[in-house]
């Protein structure tokens, strides 16, 4: 368990909820040896042995520090995150993780859905003002535009990818 912890902390973005089934994993599998291991004849089926009581205590110590010691690292200053604000949101596709995790931006997948669905999702935010961005990687920009009825203005830039403005007609 230590290990995968030190493999998803040189992750670009470390999820810590990745600790969690680890836990549960390991956790049953030490509860469980207690069921295999025993035998029918023994009269003490429910008691741990000093080796599993360690093991347990070590993965609960393993997810409670990982949790608590490992911090997110900027890879990349972002100037304009302060311009967006809580009820904005980024139509972004794999950046978009980044996005929240280092800045706390709201980001969406626009590609989920049907053709519709998109659309009404899209009048909806508008209609409701919350500012719409849209970030230019892959093939965003053409998918937002099929949905959309406005127009896109450069707005800002992040990782190399333009980030732009949604205007509604």
């Known amino acids: 368990m230590v290990l995968m912890i030190f493999l998803m902390a040189s992750k670009p973005i470390f999820n810590l909820y990745y600790l969690a089934p680890q836990l549960v994993l390991t956790t049953s599998i030490s509860s469980m040896s207690i069921f295999i291991s025993q035998s029918c004849f023994d009269r003490s089926f429910y008691s741990i042995d000093k080796f599993r009581i360690f093991v347990l205590t070590c993965s609960i ?14 890879n990349e200053p972002f100037p304009s995150a302060k311009d967006f604000s809580g009820k904005s949101i980024i139509w972004a596709d794999s950046i978009g993780s980044k996005l929240l995790y280092y800045h706390n931006i709201n980001t969406a997948k626009l590609h989920f859905g049907s053709t519709k669905a998109q659309e009404d999702i899209i009048k909806y935010l508008s209609k409701n003002n919350v500012d719409q961005f849209v970030l230019d990687e892959k093939n965003q920009v053409s998918n937002f535009k099929k949905v959309s009825s406005g127009s896109l203005t450069e707005f800002s830039k992040y990782d190399s990818f333009n980030i732009l403005k949604f205007i509604p007609d």
């Open 61 to 74: 110590l393993t997810f409670i520090l990982g949790y608590i010691l490992i911090q997110p690292s900027f």
